[in-house]
DNA sequence: AGAGACTATGGCACTCAGTACCCTCTGTAA
DNA sequence: TTACAGAGGGTACTGAGTGCCATAGTCTCT
């Protein structure tokens, strides 16, 4: 119903534009009761975006789970959650970009949910660095670098309409992020001894999802582990990063 | 006519909040026509926020005349602007604070106008710094870097109910992110020589106003230089500046 | 099977922000 | 005087979002 809902409202916005799309309209395509739609999207502007909240909260909980000794990295790690689920719908997410681009009440409704997600990020980073200090500046700060950080690489990817992977771009920048910010966490009470290069492009998150290749050669095995309710796009976006190409 | 519908609207949201507040009380209030009101205001939020879009047109234009050779200094010193927009009147200031923190509407329309800064900033950033290779990258990150780290001392301003001087707070977080990006600017084409630290606190920005004390013995002289149109709000606070208890 | 409860959906009416269109009033220039 | 422009006001409309209630399907307990 969701589904439904969202792909009408969406098929609808690109032919007549947001603003010119009625909710009447969205419901009258979908078959379904005016009602029925605010049950499901608080706002319009909400069947834009139907799957941000599923990705908050998957961010959310591989935070929770996250590497203590190296905060930035684990927070650099949780905007890639974002990233794949972008990269995971490759033509919707440059379509919705230029829908978003063009409609000021869109782009407004993102900032705020760019905005959940920088304070996700910053609320793991202070619990790391500690309330005291310069532990919440540093934080917030961070979190903000990270994000345009995320954001700019995004947006290169979405702007070239969806070519290529948008992995690279994304890792770059946030490598520039790490370089500024990632050494001098010195600065902080207990001094973390270097912090290994590794995250730059982890394949398998900690949670709630892995896959993972079982041997080198030809007919290798590859195990998936998957909790229920894991949304179909990551169990789609890792399978491929397993199995595809490479 | 502004003004007097910028009160009464600020008035009755104290009074009954935000949300249960129409634009017919309002207009009720102010003694004018509903018609009148959306004259003034594009919208009911823009009524909490009378004074940002003067605001940041004077960013603009401060950056436009800025020094060349140092840009990160620049852009942190047009984000002092809006600092001081908000210290020259710290209980309305406060009192917005408070509200804005409440009502849901108020906080992404507060992310609009952020962002907005933000974009002036990087924009500058962008034009310094050349678009190419990291350029963009760079601007955009320093740019969120030095809002964020902004908005975290004015929040702690505000949080304190205005006491004090915001200006302290905000210094030591933009020091923090000028350590952060300020040095390897050597990383761009021109390696520009060692900035000095001076742009800590300037005290008279270049444009458009200017306040000097004549000199340190006791009846020292006071030059004011404002251009028409400057801002009332400027104006005492840089008298202040100059004058007050220093 | 049947009563009761719970959930999903639809329908209706209402509030209110925002807009389009047209009106009046006032001051100014010819 | 007429012509005109610009500020303000009034009216009616669209459309988002909400509250309330009705209906239908499902599950459970007896």
Not at 6 to 11: G, H, L, M, Y
Not at 120 to 130: D, K, P, V, W
Not at 154 to 159: F, G, N
Request: charged share 25%; aromatic share 8%.
């Amino acid at each position: 119903m969701r589904e439904v809902l969202a792909q009408a409202a969406f098929q609808l916005f690109l032919e007549r534009g947001f603003e010119r799309t009625t909710v009447d309209d969205i419901v009258a395509r979908a078959g379904v009761g005016r009602r029925s739609f605010f049950r499901y999207f608080p706002s319009k502007e909400d069947a834009v975006f139907p799957d941000h909240e599923r990705c908050l909260a998957e961010m959310t909980e591989f935070l929770a789970a996250a590497d203590e000794s190296d905060p930035v990295g684990a927070v650099s790690d949780a905007a890639r959650i974002v990233l794949r689920m972008y990269a995971a719908n490759p033509e919707f997410s440059v379509q919705r970009y230029r829908l978003t681009r063009e409609v000021p009440g869109l782009r407004t409704y993102e900032l705020s949910v760019v905005r959940r997600y920088e304070q996700t990020l910053a609320g793991h980073l202070r619990s790391r660095f500690g309330e005291g200090g310069d532990g919440a500046l540093r934080a917030e700060v961070i979190a903000a670098s990270v994000v345009a950080a995320h954001n700019n690489g995004l947006r290169l990817w979405l702007r070239s309409g969806g070519e290529g992977d948008p992995e690279v771009a994304v890792d770059h920048a946030l490598a520039l992020v790490r370089e500024a910010w990632g050494r001098p966490a010195a600065s902080t009470a207990s001094a973390a001894p270097a912090v290994p290069e590794a995250s730059a492009a982890p394949v398998v998150p900690a949670v709630p999802f892995a896959v993972s290749g079982g041997g080198d050669g030809d007919g290798e095995v590859v195990v998936m582990v998957a909790r229920k309710g894991t949304p179909m796009w990551r169990v789609v976006q890792q399978i491929e990063a397993a199995v595809g190409e490479n």
